[in-house]
Each structure stands twice: as C-alpha cells, then as structure tokens.
C-alpha cells in the first residue's frame, strides 16, 4: 500500500444527515420553505462564492434577501480599518486580535436589522449574516485556507475590497492576519448552533451536513488518530521525490514543498455514508481544543495547535533561500504573535551530496557578511554563502535542529520533513541566490529583519554540537530503540525516534503527539484500552494522536518488517 493523498475519517450514526449536489440541496432548502414564515441565516466564511447565494435563493424563494457583506466597510475605509495589521511588507503583518464587529459600519448594521420583515420568508447571506438576523435556521458555508488560496490565485480579491490584480502574497497576507483572525473568532461563536453546515469548497457540487452530526464527527475524529488533508505546491527550488512517493502528477515540473500536518491550514476529510464532507481543520482545534491538545497544552497555547509538519523537496531542485526565523520578543513585539517559528529539518531521503546549511562558520566578519548580502541583493556579486556558512552533509535519517534565530537552509538534494512550531510565514529571507518567484517577481527578501535576528555565537563547533544529530539513546531491546533526536533545548518541542520489528507503547494523555512513519512500508496505532480502532498508515504520512487518546501502542504493518517513527510533542518539564 501507498501513501494517500486523500485520507478520511469515517464518522458514525449520521449517515442519513447528509446531502450533496445541487439537486439535494435544492430540495433541502425547498422544504424549509414550506414553513411559511422563516428567516433563513446562511453565514459565510470569507471567500464563499456567490454560487452558494443563487443556489439558496433558487430553492428557498425569499421574498426578501439581505446581504450581511454590505454592513462592514468597504473599499478604501476597509483598507484604512486594516492598515494598522497590513503594513508595507508582501508578506507579513500584525496579528489582529479583533473581532468581526470592529469592520462593520453601525449604520449599516443598524438598516440591516431594521430590514428584516416579520413574516414571509427571509434570507439574510454572506459575512457575519448573523449579526444581521438570529434566524430560525442557522447554516455555517465554510471553506478550506487552501481553497481560499487557490480562489486567490486565481483573481479572486480579499473582502470587501477591489484588489483583484494584487500581489497574491499580499492577498494571503490579508487574509492570514485580518480576515481569518476574525473569521475564525466568529465561527467559534457560533460553530456550538449551527443547524447546517455547506461544504462549498467544490464548485458545482456543495454538500450540507446537519450541525448536530458535524460536531458529532468532529467529536470522533478528537477520540481517535487522524490524518489531515495534504496539499502540494511547486516552487523555484522545487524537487521530484514527492512525485514518486506521494503519487503526483509525473508530468509537473516539481513540488517543493507539502502540508501534511499543519492543523491551520489543512483540511480534515469526514465521511458520512456516502458523502464526503470537507472542513478546514481549525474546526477541530476551536471545537475540541481539550480533547485534541490535552489541557497543559490548551493552557499554555489556547485553542491553537502548536506542532507543525511539512515536506521540503530539493532531491533534484534547488537550494532553499538562505534564511533566519525571528527570536520571540522580536516576533511578540513586531507582528503580535505569542512565539516563534523554531524548527528542525529531518531528513527522509538525500542524494549523494546533500546538505544543509546551518550556522556560521567561526570567525566571519558580522560587517562583511551584512555588506555582502546587500550589495548581491543590489544586483552585485552574487553572496558567497559557503564562505559564511557552514553546510553539514545529509544523509537519510539525519536531524538537524533550528532554534530561532540560526542562519539555515536545506541545500539540493535533500528531502526534508520539516517540524517545527506552528508560526506561519516567518522566514526572513537573506539571500534567495538571485533567482525570481514562480510569479515572475523578486522573492521577499528581508535582510535588516533577518540581521536583527540572527544569533552570531552560533558558530560551527557550538552547531556541530548542539543542532546536529545530537541523539541520545534511552532505550535498545525488546524489539526496538527509542531516542531522543531533540529537539534543542530553547526549543519547546521534543522528538523521539523508535525504530524496531517491535511494538511500542506511548501515551498522549499529556499533551497531543504528531508522528511521521520515515521508514518502512506501513505502521499499524492501536488502543490498549480498545479506545479507538486500529489506525494504518504508509511510508510518509503525518499523522496525529489526540491527547484524548491516552495510550497507544505502534507496531509494523508487515509481519518481519522494521520500521521507523518519528514522533514530536509539546515538552512538559
């Protein structure tokens, strides 16, 4: 068996909650309005097409229909309400700790309300509609963070704004620091009474599921491991190991990287019977905060998930940027985020000559290397990155560990399983080898950030010692090793790697545990305590245990096979 790009959960008890196609959802909303005197409240994620509206307004046949959008501020007032988190940089801002209600004009509001008639039939629609109308029947229309990206991508704007034609990074940005921010406040207000929820990720064939049956499967999946949704994307530095093992289309140029464990931008697949149902995985994490993170870890973090995996393909591409993630005060201080991106890079497969670029080399001049990357960045000489640098072989089953504020990047030829902590876009890029994006335009380069941060005692003795493969054996017998393989200790996630024909037993009930199995063909995750049923997963896959779990055991899927597993969790001593 092979990796699946499409895995799902199978939700219990609720098949006959379920429907999809337009057809069934005609006919759906048709019933509702043969109630006679209904207000019919759809709200909207942001990037929620107008198709969704028609299809609505086809079957349920108000005799009125109100915009929610029209209440919030548009335009140039909207982009002036959101300057303050937007900034001028492409790519990051400041996170805005707002609320929905804080882009909405009262005026507007106020006329909206006023509007909604007593009797007949009435659709309120779009953005916030619920603070239009509470409504007899509340439907939640959600969408995917990877779809909205794809909507971007393809010339849809932000909301309430003409931007159509902008920079797609500065649509993402947007989106990622205002308008999902709010978004995602909102819908946890109201996520606990929805009646219905539309799937609307897939034009021309929306599906809505009963609110009481998508918390209930939402429920299951936090009782049991899961997978969520990878999505792939190619790049300018781009590989091909991912188009073989994680079946991609032969004939694309490369992938560079994949998401494959990254609650907030994933998605989470929930079967019903027949239908397959698509919500942005967030919903677990705002729904089942507990459950899913395990309480020191939901204290400590709130509803957000701390632990990120990804993929990072060079086996026949190209060096990654050289690049530094910020340090937390700077982080805290300048874009509002609680901590920073830490990471480690362990490596699933490298081709003969494969580095990693990690740390600088004893010695350099702090001067030289900062007059150096401006004056390549200014269309000199290109950056002499192996002068300053140190580049570490890559070998299969190395790890290298990246507090913040460490110069690094993965050279060609490796195949990277980044983890990391969830901090989303932070890379201070210093030199990016004089190339251009897939758009055509300059990539983000941020030298005078990415100086401010980086750590200069971090030098090729104190790195070789401290950030590569400092592995630690805690246990050799019974059928299989555990180690430590970090990750550093001003770090606040740990790894450990079991490798063995054996099984092994863990426990998530401290805190939420994510694992990737590195090596072998499949791994089977069982339930001492019959909590859950048996769970298989193949060569690659991220997959993760919900604290309420508890204890798990792993073991090969093949009889005589050995395997190895990688698994990260948040340290708590």
């Not at 004939?251 to 609650?263: I, K």
Request: with cysteine.
């Amino acid at each position: 068996m092979s990796y699946d790009r499409f895995p799902q959960t199978v939700v219990s008890g609720h098949d006959g909650e379920v429907w999809e196609g337009c057809g069934a959802l005609h006919a759906r909303f048709a019933e509702m309005a043969k109630v006679g005197d209904l207000t019919l409240v759809v709200e909207c994620y942001p990037g929620v097409s107008d198709e969704d509206l028609e299809l609505v307004q086809e079957a349920f046949r108000p005799d009125v229909t109100i915009r929610s959008d029209e209440v919030f501020y548009a335009g140039a007032e909207m982009d002036r309400r959101m300057r303050p988190f937007l900034t001028d940089d492409r790519v990051r801002g400041v996170m805005c700790y707002g609320r929905m209600e804080d882009f909405v004009n009262p005026e507007a509001l106020r006329a909206a309300r006023a509007a909604v008639p007593r009797e007949g039939r009435t659709l309120v629609y779009g953005v916030g509609a619920g603070l239009v109308a509470d409504g007899d029947v509340l439907v939640y229309c959600d969408l995917a963070r990877w779809e909205i990206q794809l909507r971007y991508r393809a010339g849809m704007p932000n909301f309430r704004v003409h931007n159509e034609d902008e920079d797609v990074l500065r649509k993402v940005k947007r989106g990622y620091f205002v308008e999902w921010r709010i978004a995602d406040k909102r819908k946890l207000e109201i996520i606990g009474q929805i009646d219905y929820l539309l799937d609307s990720n897939e034009a021309g064939n929306p599906k809505l599921v009963r609110g009481e049956a998508l918390r209930d499967g939402l429920r299951q999946v936090a009782h049991t491991p899961f997978r969520l949704v990878p999505y792939f994307d190619p790049g300018v530095w781009g590989g091909q190991w991912m188009k073989q093992v994680c079946g991609l289309d032969p004939e694309a140029e490369n992938y560079a990287w994949s998401f494959d464990g990254v609650p907030e931008e994933n998605s989470l697949y929930l079967r019903f019977g027949d239908v397959r149902i698509e919500v942005p995985a967030q919903d677990l994490v705002l729904l089942h905060p507990v459950e899913l993170l395990g309480m020191r870890n939901y204290c400590r973090f709130g509803a957000e998930f701390p632990i990120r995996f990804d993929f990072l393909d060079t086996m026949g591409g190209q060096n990654l940027s050289l690049q530094v993630h910020p340090m937390t005060e700077y982080i805290r201080s300048r874009h509002g985020m609680t901590y920073t991106q830490d990471e480690s890079y362990y490596i699933l497969d490298a081709d003969d000559g494969g580095v990693v670029f990690l740390g600088l080399k004893d010695g350099i001049d702090r001067d030289a290397f900062a007059r150096d990357l401006r004056a390549a960045q200014s269309g000199g000489p290109a950056f002499e990155a192996q002068h300053y640098v140190n580049q570490f072989p890559a070998h299969k089953h190395d790890h290298f560990l990246i507090p913040a504020g460490t110069v690094h990047c993965s050279g060609a030829g490796a195949m990277v399983l980044e983890i990391s902590a969830t901090p989303y876009n932070f890379t201070y890029k210093l030199w990016d080898w004089g190339r251009l994006g897939l758009d055509g335009l300059p990539r983000p380069i941020h030298i005078d950030e990415g100086l401010q941060n980086i750590q200069w005692n971090r030098t090729t003795e104190w790195v070789r010692e401290n950030l590569v493969n400092a592995v630690r054996v805690l246990h050799d017998g019974d059928g299989y090793r555990e180690e430590r393989t970090g990750l550093h200790e001003l770090e606040f996630i740990e790894t450990r790697r079991f490798s063995g024909d054996g099984v092994t037993m863990h426990d998530a009930g401290d805190g939420v545990n994510m694992l990737n199995l590195v090596e072998g063909s499949s791994a089977v995750v069982e339930s001492p305590d019959a909590l859950f049923d048996p769970f298989v997963v193949h060569y690659a896959e991220t997959f993760i245990v919900p604290a309420a779990c508890g204890r798990y055991t792993v073991r090969p899927g093949c009889a005589g096979e050995s395997i190895k597993v990688i698994k990260a969790y948040v340290r708590q001593r």
